[in-house]
């Protein structure tokens, strides 16, 4: 019997990561800043790093994805009580990045590919009045990013852009994170550049930069930044960006540097493993899995298929056979949120029954995460499980929910 790989294994951290990390930790420079005329080191590296490959002029490294997010509304101009659009299919730290801002937030539907539905945005955008989108490209799922750029210019609508899933993805070789005023990315241990925590922000405008660099807590040494804005842009802002302590540690910048080098490899890999199980599951009976355009190139480092025709007990006891045979399944339909499950019944201020066709499509809809390594024998033996273990749930009698 071939032994499963654990699905929760986060990617590696390359030797090269470790030796940088390890010479830093000799100096004991781990903060970013350095009064007596530091360069900004290993930050200011990443940030100039970032910026090339996301093809955006500034980069803002910070401790996370969520400190990215709420910076990134808070520079946009968002203020409380502000409505805030955000599509129905994402993770908790989206809508708790609006609740740090004190906005609130407007749903939008998401289509049966799991993107967001543009019909219902021009609607919801209009009954609202809200100025901001925060986009999720959740499991890296994108929508048209072209027609939708021409949409939020035709709504006034700023597009912020969480690209947490989508490092390393494009749309018509154009990459995710330069469609909207900013885009933000995370490192969490999870996600394609593995730290344990860190994010990054990215922008084309002088304005967001200078309000990110300062309040990600600069004091007055943003001149060791990585891409800074001009001077004046900076003495603008200065005296109206409070420090929140959101910087990036310069150990976290070591960690992410060589990782940068690996992505194309990284997102090979992933994207081998996923296609390989998802051809699988779209002949198998029952399956339902999200068409992808061929302007997208991915970067699925995890996997989303669909049992629509499940009842809410036999995606209960899907789940459960699926755990007992070694694939951790995971479930956008569980009534109590669980680990990293979350689904717009969960989140505070946001309303559910205002997405009606995204809470549908979460009820039968379930998630593996894809490890790096993964060979085809391994991707065998997960869609034979997956597939016999919807065998076995088909029988189950339909139990109330
Ligand atoms: C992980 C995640 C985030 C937040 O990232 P952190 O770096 O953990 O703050 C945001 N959006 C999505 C979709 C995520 O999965």
């Not at 420090?243 to 080098?261: C, D, E, F, I, K």
């Not at 599951?281 to 068409?291: D, I, K, S, W």
């Not at 989140?347 to 009820?363: E, F």
């Amino acid at each position: 019997m071939t032994v499963l790989p654990d699905l929760g294994r986060p990617p590696d951290i390359p030797p090269e990561a470790m030796a940088t990390a390890t010479a830093l930790l000799e100096t004991g420079r781990l903060h970013r800043y350095a009064e007596a005329g530091g360069s900004g080191g290993m930050a200011a590296e990443l940030e100039r790093r970032f910026a090339r490959l996301t093809g955006r002029r500034y980069a803002v490294a910070v401790n996370s994805c969520g400190s990215a997010l709420f910076l990134a509304l808070k520079a946009a101009g968002v203020r409380p009580g502000d409505p805030v659009l955000m599509n129905a299919f994402t993770l908790g730290p989206v809508p708790g990045a609006l609740d740090h801002a004190g906005a609130r937030p407007v749903l939008v539907e998401i289509t049966e590919d799991l993107v967001l539905d543009m019909a219902d945005l021009r609607t919801k955008a209009q009954a609202s009045g809200a100025r901001v989108l925060m986009l999720s490209h959740m499991r890296g799922h994108l929508c048209d990013l072209e027609e939708l750029h021409r949409l939020c210019g035709d709504l006034s609508i700023a597009l912020i852009e969480d690209c947490a899933h989508s490092l390393g993805a494009s749309w018509n070789s154009q990459p995710t994170g330069s469609f909207g005023v900013a885009g933000c990315f995370s490192f969490q241990s999870g996600k394609h550049v593995n730290t344990g925590e860190g994010g990054v922000l990215v922008t084309d405008d002088d304005d967001i930069a200078a309000q990110a660099i300062l309040h990600s807590g600069s004091y007055m040494l943003h001149g060791q930044n990585g891409t800074v804005p001009p001077a004046e842009v900076m003495a603008r802002w200065q005296g109206f960006c409070g420090n929140y302590s959101m910087r990036m540690s310069a150990l976290v910048a070591a960690l992410a540097l060589p990782q940068l080098g690996k992505l194309s490899a990284r997102v090979a890999d992933w994207n081998a493993s996923h296609d390989r199980i998802a051809a699988r599951l779209r002949q198998a009976e029952g399956f339902v899995l999200p068409n992808r355009p061929t302007a997208e190139a991915y970067a699925q480092s995890s996997l989303q298929f669909r049992l629509p025709a499940f009842s809410h007990g036999q995606m209960r006891a899907y789940v459960d056979s699926a755990r007992a045979a070694g694939v951790w399944v995971k479930w956008f339909g569980i009534s109590a949120p669980e680990g990293y499950s979350s689904n717009p019944g969960h989140w505070p201020g946001a309303r559910a029954s205002d997405v009606p066709r995204a809470c549908t499509i979460q009820a039968t809809l379930c998630d593996i995460r894809l490890p790096l390594g993964m060979t085809a024998p391994d991707c065998d033996a997960i869609a034979d499980i997956l597939i016999a273990v919807a065998d076995t749930a088909r029988k189950v009698k339909h139990a109330p929910a």
